[in-house]
């Protein structure tokens, strides 16, 4: 069974908020500076809702485990191979920060390995097959995260 990156992150967070009612270890940041979080976390989901809106108006495949149609390069796609990705582990540090534990940092850190390990060079091979040359190219220019 493969598990998509979205339904990875609702559980990731849901992870987070046990982990704030577990209330294991010391803070993060001091009170009331955990407020910031939310900050964070409105930046990552914007992130993540504008890139994925891209990905919807030149009408290409957003499902990670299926063959990329249109090779998207501009945008927030000019600045991250992978903003959806950001967007989500950003969303997920500022959840972190607003639980405000150490042990909060636990589902971000395995989110992002997940991303960094398995879904991205999934679908950065796919990519590859898809647009070869075109891909190599933007690959070139444009870093994995930021």
């Given at each position: 069974m493969r598990i998509l990156?979205?339904?990875?992150?609702?559980?990731?967070l849901a992870l987070i908020g046990v982990s704030h009612w577990v209330n294991w270890g010391p803070r993060l940041?001091?009170?009331?500076?955990?407020?910031?979080?939310?900050?964070?976390?409105?930046?990552?989901?914007?992130?993540?809702?504008?890139a994925n809106r891209h990905f919807s108006r030149v009408q290409t495949n957003i499902h990670t485990f299926r063959d990329?149609?249109?090779?998207?390069t501009d945008g927030l796609f000019a600045m991250s191979r992978n903003p959806m990705y950001l967007g989500f582990a950003l969303a997920l540090l500022g959840a972190a920060l607003l639980a405000n534990g150490w042990l909060s940092l636990v589902p971000v850190g395995f989110f992002i390995a997940v991303?960094?390990?398995?879904?991205?060079?999934?679908?950065?091979?796919?990519?590859?097959?898809?647009?070869?040359?075109?891909?190599?190219?933007y690959k070139t220019r444009v870093r994995r995260w930021i």
């Open positions: 990156p979205p339904l990875l992150w609702i559980l990731m940041v001091p009170i009331p500076w955990q407020w910031s979080g939310a900050i964070v976390f409105a930046i990552g989901f914007a992130i993540t809702i504008i990329p149609t249109v090779l998207v991303s960094q390990l398995h879904y991205i060079p999934f679908e950065e091979r796919a990519a590859e097959r898809v647009f070869g040359d075109e891909w190599r190219d």
